[in-house]
T-cell receptor, first 107, second 113 residues
Framework: GIQVEQSPPDLILQEGANSTLRCNFSDSVNNLQWFHQNPWGQLINLFYIPSGTKQNGRLSATTVATERYSLLYISSSQTTDSGVYFCAGGYGNKLVFGAGTILRVKS | DAGVIQSPRHEVTEMGQEVTLRCKPISGHNSLFWYRQTMMRGLELLIYFNNNVPIDDSGMPEDRFSAKMPNASFSTLKIQPSEPRDSAVYFC???????????FGSGTQLSVL
């Protein structure tokens, strides 16, 4: 099956800093999504992005499908950005989740 | 919209007991998923349904686990008998259809003693 590798595994930022999270896939995918799990455990969908670039406020994501990776950019980080960021990819409805990047933003 | 609704939020039970988790997907969504999250294995897809029909249950750990979707607005995940290793957070999620954005419920924290 598809293997999903996320980096870095954890990250500590000072409030206001920018960061880039990466997701690599062992095989091509046609369904790729990014999620944020907040400290209360809620999973929030950030992007559905099998290819191309999308932006939503301070967050943006880029997927290069031919090279099997995706990037999530967080600009001007805030303490509320803390939590775990997951990417998930696969075909159709069968998504495989990465192990996540634990982000901690310090004030 | 109320989002995906799961119940109960927390469940504590003893080994050997039957556990039933419930899920109401977002209205109009045709695909429903059950995931399990543990520290050791991360987020795993257990089973998913399209139009109330189970499509892929290859992630269901063993015969003690079963899932049903009797109608478009309700699904259950049952564990019988439960074991301590079943302790995890169980998430239900739904999407409009195949290959669409996934929306998660708040999860059920299951503890089997």
């Amino acid at each position: 099956g598809i293997q999903v590798e996320q980096s870095p595994p954890d990250l500590i930022l000072q409030e206001g800093a920018n960061s880039t999270l990466r997701c690599n896939f062992s095989d091509s995918v046609n369904n790729l999504q990014w999620f944020h799990q907040n400290p209360w455990g809620q999973l929030i969908n950030l992007f559905y992005i099998p290819s191309g670039t999308k932006q939503n406020g301070r967050l943006s994501a880029t997927t290069v499908a031919t090279e099997r990776y995706s990037l999530l950019y967080i600009s001007s980080s805030q303490t509320t950005d803390s939590g775990v960021y997951f990417c998930a990819g696969g075909y159709g409805n069968k998504l495989v989740f990465g192990a996540g990047t634990i982000l901690r933003v310090k004030s | 919209d109320a989002g995906v609704i799961q119940s109960p939020r927390h469940e504590v039970t003893e080994m050997g007991q039957e556990v039933t988790l419930r899920c109401k997907p977002i209205s109009g969504h045709n695909s429903l998923f059950w995931y399990r999250q543990t520290m050791m294995r991360g987020l795993e897809l257990l089973i998913y349904f399209n139009n109330n029909v189970p499509i892929d249950d290859s992630g269901m750990p063993e015969d003690r686990f079963s899932a049903k979707m009797p109608n478009a607005s309700f699904s259950t995940l049952k564990i019988q008998p439960s074991e301590p290793r079943d302790s995890a957070v169980y998430f239900c999620a739904s999407s409009l259809g195949i290959d669409e954005k996934l929306f998660f419920g708040s999860g059920t924290q299951l503890s089997v003693l």
